[in-house]
């Protein structure tokens, strides 16, 4: 299999030599921030420069969800199944309620408003976890110019209080952030500011009763870098990296990699038992199927 390459014998095990890297669409700019519907069998995704959310199924093809979608980004379910988006033009994260009516779940932090919420997690309580960083802000490509107000960091907001504060403030620009199956660990990727040579690398801290505590460096790529991640059933995080995905375990070996021909910019796991990884990589998605399960956290 040409399209996998292993590091470590733990690797041997998680793909298939049967199950191809598979080009599922192509002809967009940008995409990321891919989640799977499992319930209406499609996944969602957005084509940022093009401020559009996507639906890919494999009955019917690509068709637009949303059109504009604020230059939305990042995207993930919550407990009871709703599309919870980060905007960046929109400057804030929502909640697409099932009638489709948009609830908007932050706007502002301290009476200013957000940067460009980028990448978001929910937890088990139903917190929402976002990153922050000025991408969004820095320039009309991926959104809207605009004067940067908060610093960019990690928040947590409490739909149900509208209480958010700051979870993690020690990077440069959080970027794609996900927890371990057990909610004991948050990993953060921190992709620096743009245009500058802030280091890429992936961080992880304990997650404590309402933030986190003693984040330490957790792994730095190889090949590009870290934007968004997913993790496993077993705790081994599959992200994306400039030469498609490395699969690093919880102690932060990099057990192999998955090559895909487009630098990939995220990555969720879907299908029918969460044993498919499904890859947004620049213009085009691909999906792989593994021998892995994605963790059940969203
Ligand atoms: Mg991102």
Known sequence: ????????????????????LKRLATGFDWVEGPVWFGDADCLL?????????????????ISIYRKPSNFA????????????????????VTRTEPDGTVTVIADAFDGKPLNSPNDVVVKSDGTIWFSDPHYGIAMDYEGARAEQENPCVVYRVDPATGDIRVVVDDLN??????????????????????????????????VTDGGTANGRDF?????????????????????????????????????GRIHVPETVSNVCFGGRSRHVL??????????????RRGARTV
């Not at 952030?177 to 990727?189: C, G, N, Q």
């Open 278 to 291: 499904f890859i947004t990589a620049t213009t085009s998605v691909y999906s792989i199927a593994l021998n």
């Open 45 to 61: 995704f957005s084509d940022i420069p093009n401020d559009r959310i996507l639906r890919w199924s494999a009955e019917t093809g």
């Open 173 to 206: 620009c959080p970027n794609g952030l996900a927890f371990s199956p057990d909610e004991r660990l948050l990993y953060v990727a921190d992709t620096g500011r743009i245009f500058t040579d802030d280091r890429k690398h992936m961080r992880v801290y304990d």
């Open 219 to 255: 792994v730095e790529l190889d090949a590009g870098f870290s934007d968004g991640f997913r993790l496993d059933e077993d705790g081994n995080v599959w992200s994306s990296a400039g030469d498609g995905v490395h699969c690093i375990a919880p102690d932060g070996t990099v057990l």
């Open 1 to 20: 299999m040409d399209w996998a390459s292993s590091h470590d014998p733990r690797f041997d095990s998680f793909v298939l030599g049967n199950a191809p």
């Open 73 to 92: 980004n990042g995207n993930t379910r919550d407990r009871q199944g709703r599309l919870i988006t980060c905007e960046h033009r929109g400057r804030r």
